[in-house]
């Protein structure tokens, strides 16, 4: 897993303004030369602080969009089957806790209506999102089949990606449902997974374990708004 950007940066920022307060020292008694040299030093420190800024307002914007907030509203696609196999058969760890409702997370909503912060945060822009959250409009209460086409589980978490139809717009990168999640589990991503899949794929010992779908699992789903307090169909 790469390490936080502002751990690797930050350092690199402050030698730089290390280097640039000994240069400004040299600059007061030295040459026109020197003098170049400091302003240099200056820009250089002034970009790794630039850098380490950029870095870590990355790290929040793909926190959020790997942890939305319930208590924002949003568009779902929601699958009740999936929520029916949960309560009726034991088939998470003892330790992870059911999803209290099954759903593909499609659109996030801005509870405070900045909706060019939000599209930001989701990697769209603003024109894409109000046309998404259009056309979810329209097909609000309609049911559509997807497919399931993946189950993942790790020592977090367990969630099947799904396969949406075409007509069903969505900005999750990778449409997926989860299944369970452990209570005291850190922050986690679907990217993550797959790409810890990916690299381990010829280990023995996985942390994520990938269960392929023979045959993609068909169910039926239906466009719901959750509200932040409840879902409206």
Same mark, same amino acid.
């Given at each position: 897993?790469?390490?936080?950007?502002?751990?690797?940066?930050? =350092?690199?920022?402050?030698?730089?303004?290390?280097?640039?307060? #000994?240069?400004?020292? #040299?600059?007061?008694?030295?040459?026109?030369?020197?003098?170049? !040299?400091?302003?240099?030093?200056?820009? /250089?420190?002034?970009?790794?602080?630039?850098?380490?800024?950029?870095?870590?307002?990355?790290?929040?914007?793909?926190? %959020? #969009?790997?942890?939305?907030?319930?208590?924002?509203?949003?568009?779902?696609?929601?699958?009740?089957?999936?929520?029916?196999?949960?309560? *009726?058969?034991?088939?998470? =760890? =003892? !330790?992870?806790?059911?999803?209290?409702?099954?759903?593909?997370?499609?659109? /996030?909503?801005?509870?405070?209506?900045?909706?060019?912060? $939000?599209?930001?945060?989701?990697?769209?822009? /603003?024109?894409?999102?109000?046309?998404?959250?259009?056309?979810?409009? &329209?097909? %609000?209460?309609?049911?559509?089949?997807? +497919?399931?086409? +993946?189950?993942?589980? &790790? @020592?977090?978490?367990?969630?099947?990606?799904?396969?949406?139809?075409?007509?069903?717009?969505?900005?999750?990168?990778?449409?997926?449902?989860?299944?369970?999640?452990?209570?005291? $589990?850190?922050?986690?991503?679907?990217?993550?997974?797959? @790409? %810890?899949?990916?690299?381990?794929? *010829?280990? +023995?010992?996985?942390?994520? !374990?990938?269960?392929?779908?023979?045959?993609? #699992?068909?169910? %039926?789903?239906?466009?719901?708004?959750?509200?932040?307090?409840?879902? /409206? &169909?």
């Amino acid at each position: 897993m790469r390490g936080n950007p502002r751990t690797r940066l930050a =350092p690199n920022a402050e030698l730089a303004w290390q280097l640039c307060a #000994r240069a400004e020292e #040299r600059w007061r008694l030295g040459s026109d030369t020197e003098r170049g !040299t400091w302003l240099a030093q200056c820009r /250089q420190a002034q970009a790794a602080e630039k850098a380490v800024a950029q870095a870590e307002a990355l790290r929040e914007r793909v926190a %959020k #969009r790997a942890q939305p907030q319930e208590s924002e509203p949003f568009w779902m696609f929601e699958l009740p089957e999936v929520r029916h196999v949960l309560e *009726n058969g034991a088939i998470l =760890p =003892p !330790t992870f806790s059911p999803a209290e409702s099954t759903y593909v997370r499609l659109l /996030q909503l801005p509870s405070d209506g900045d909706v060019a912060r $939000a599209a930001e945060e989701q990697g769209l822009e /603003q024109e894409t999102m109000e046309a998404m959250q259009d056309a979810l409009e &329209s097909l %609000k209460g309609e049911s559509f089949e997807a +497919k399931m086409t +993946k189950i993942l589980i &790790s @020592e977090k978490i367990a969630l099947a990606l799904v396969a949406l139809p075409p007509v069903v717009p969505t900005a999750c990168k990778v449409p997926h449902v989860v299944f369970g999640i452990h209570p005291r $589990a850190p922050e986690w991503s679907v990217e993550q997974m797959l @790409e %810890k899949v990916a690299a381990e794929k *010829n280990q +023995k010992d996985k942390t994520v !374990t990938c269960i392929e779908m023979p045959t993609p #699992r068909p169910m %039926k789903g239906y466009i719901r708004l959750h509200t932040g307090q409840s879902i /409206q &169909s």
